[in-house]
């Protein structure tokens, strides 16, 4: 008989490559909750925000959403979105958007072999040209319905679920 695990029973994975979020576009307090609470969970090394989004992390709904993962999760302070993926260059991570475009790629075609700041767009009107031209590479996620997006919180979670699914993954004991 099976019965649900309570999170001191559960195995938690390693993961060997790091992974940022750039989140500078996001506006919405709920949407940045949700995007803390799957950050947390694919063990993501930091989040990437705006000095301006500060005051979001305030809000009753962001950390109502959020369920305190964001004490969890190391976060960084830009003043703009250039200075943030700038801050991927000199660490030496691959900078990946996931956004629909007429050259992006499915993200399951991704290989993960180094660490990534991964960059998600504005929940209107997703990544910018500007900073799209910016980015190493582009990936989007293969939809079968006649919706041309999903959430970007939703969309987070399951590019993360195929990046972190691509490499090995090593079990704590």
Request: hydrophobic share 40%; net charge positive.
């Amino acid at each position: 008989m099976h019965k649900q695990l309570q999170h001191h029973e559960v195995r938690f994975c390693h993961p060997k490559h790091k992974l940022e979020v750039n989140a500078c576009l996001i506006s919405s307090p709920a949407n940045l909750g949700s995007i803390f609470r799957v950050a947390e969970a694919f063990s993501v090394a930091k989040i990437l925000l705006l000095e301006e989004q500060r005051k979001i992390l305030l809000s009753k709904r962001f950390k109502r959403v959020a369920r305190n993962t964001e004490t969890k999760v190391k976060t960084d302070f830009y003043n703009n979105i250039d200075e943030s993926l700038m801050a991927a260059s000199n660490h030496q991570l691959l900078r990946i958007g996931i956004e629909i475009t007429s050259g992006s790629r499915a993200i399951q075609n991704y290989n993960l072999n180094q660490s990534v700041q991964l960059v998600i767009g504005n929940e209107n009107t997703g990544i910018p040209d500007n900073v799209l031209q910016l980015l190493d590479h582009l990936y989007h996620i293969p939809m079968f319905g006649s919706n041309s997006s999903l959430n970007v919180a939703q969309s987070l979670g399951i590019s993360l679920f195929h990046l972190r699914n691509l490499e090995d993954l090593d079990f704590k004991s």
